[in-house]
């Protein structure tokens, strides 16, 4: 585990989040991360298509952590996949909430991601036919999970969502592209979209958020964006080194 960048309020650690010892308990406002989904993506460091079942073990840890390093009035912002169906279809959007749950977090409601890729629409089975039908929904969840209390009591108190954005963003369903693989240069990106709607409606101006599976530093570049702390984790020199140029390439608010 190393420091690998720091400058004003964004931090990026280079380790294993299980084995981090820099990040105090109880200090962070929000976690906002999109792990590992175990579609054997090829990853630098990382094996992404290992049993399902050491998946969720692996998943039960990561939580746990987070929820150690989290505050009372803390939230998560959990994006993952509804369910798959690459080596057999799984509930992976309901495991893992149920797992959330079961090492402390509670639940408070589920955004959808309408990212509009059409091209998973396209594995129908068994074609014009009930024998033996694919449905494959195309979009992602984002689960809201909060660590004690829901209400928030501590940081700033000094929100910065716009009443347009509030209305639009409540709905639950929210619609935006994901981002480029080819540009980012990560074989997984979210879209910096995705964080920056997470960051505003539920933390603080100045609060900390936590990205514990980083990657390409959408967060990060949110967080600057918004006026947020953030601490990203990676295990990858490769991708903290993406997510580094990312923040710095970032001008901040206008």
Same mark, same amino acid.
């Given at each position: 585990?190393?420091?690998?960048?720091?400058?004003?309020?964004?931090?990026?650690?280079?380790?294993?989040? %299980?084995? !981090?010892?820099? !990040?105090?308990?109880?200090? =962070?406002?929000? *976690?906002?991360?999109?792990?590992?989904?175990?579609?054997?993506?090829?990853?630098?460091?990382?094996?992404?298509?290992?049993?399902?079942?050491?998946? $969720?073990?692996?998943?039960?840890?990561?939580?746990?952590?987070? #929820?150690?390093y989290t505050k009372?009035?803390?939230?998560?912002? #959990?994006?993952?996949?509804?369910?798959? %169906?690459?080596?057999?279809?799984?509930? &992976?959007?309901?495991? $893992?909430?149920? !797992?959330?749950?079961?090492?402390?977090?509670? +639940?408070?409601?589920?955004?959808?991601?309408?990212?509009?890729?059409?091209?998973?629409?396209?594995?129908? @089975? %068994?074609?014009?036919?009930?024998?033996?039908?694919? =449905?494959?929904?195309? &979009?992602?969840? =984002?689960?809201?999970? +909060?660590?004690?209390?829901?209400?928030? *009591?501590?940081? %700033?108190?000094?929100?910065?969502?716009?009443?347009?954005?509030?209305?639009?963003? /409540?709905? @639950?369903?929210?619609?935006?592209?994901?981002e480029s693989k080819?540009?980012?240069?990560?074989?997984?990106?979210?879209?910096?979209?995705?964080?920056?709607?997470?960051?505003?409606?539920?933390? +603080?101006?100045?609060d900390t958020v936590?990205?514990?599976?980083?990657?390409?530093?959408?967060? #990060?570049?949110?967080?600057?964006?918004?006026?947020?702390?953030?601490?990203? &984790?990676?295990?990858?020199?490769? +991708?903290?080194?993406?997510?580094?140029?990312? &923040? =710095?390439? /970032?001008?901040?608010?206008?």
């Amino acid at each position: 585990m190393s420091i690998f960048y720091h400058e004003n309020n964004i931090k990026i650690i280079k380790g294993d989040l %299980s084995r !981090i010892r820099s !990040i105090d308990k109880n200090s =962070i406002d929000l *976690v906002i991360t999109s792990p590992p989904y175990n579609l054997d993506i090829g990853y630098k460091s990382f094996n992404d298509g290992i049993p399902y079942e050491d998946y $969720l073990k692996l998943c039960e840890k990561w939580l746990k952590k987070c #929820l150690d390093y989290t505050k009372d009035d803390g939230r998560m912002c #959990l994006n993952i996949p509804l369910d798959k %169906s690459k080596g057999g279809y799984k509930s &992976v959007g309901a495991d $893992l909430t149920e !797992i959330a749950q079961k090492v402390g977090w509670k +639940y408070k409601t589920t955004i959808i991601w309408n990212e509009g890729n059409i091209s998973k629409g396209s594995a129908w @089975g %068994s074609w014009l036919s009930a024998s033996a039908p694919h =449905i494959i929904a195309p &979009v992602e969840l =984002i689960v809201v999970l +909060y660590k004690s209390q829901w209400k928030k *009591v501590s940081g %700033s108190r000094i929100s910065d969502i716009q009443r347009d954005e509030f209305i639009d963003w /409540t709905k @639950g369903i929210w619609e935006f592209k994901g981002e480029s693989k080819r540009k980012i240069g990560h074989p997984a990106p979210f879209p910096v979209e995705l964080p920056k709607r997470c960051m505003k409606l539920f933390s +603080y101006v100045g609060d900390t958020v936590l990205d514990p599976f980083m990657g390409s530093g959408s967060t #990060l570049v949110a967080a600057k964006e918004c006026k947020r702390k953030a601490i990203g &984790v990676d295990i990858e020199e490769q +991708y903290c080194k993406i997510a580094k140029e990312r &923040v =710095i390439n /970032t001008t901040g608010p206008q």
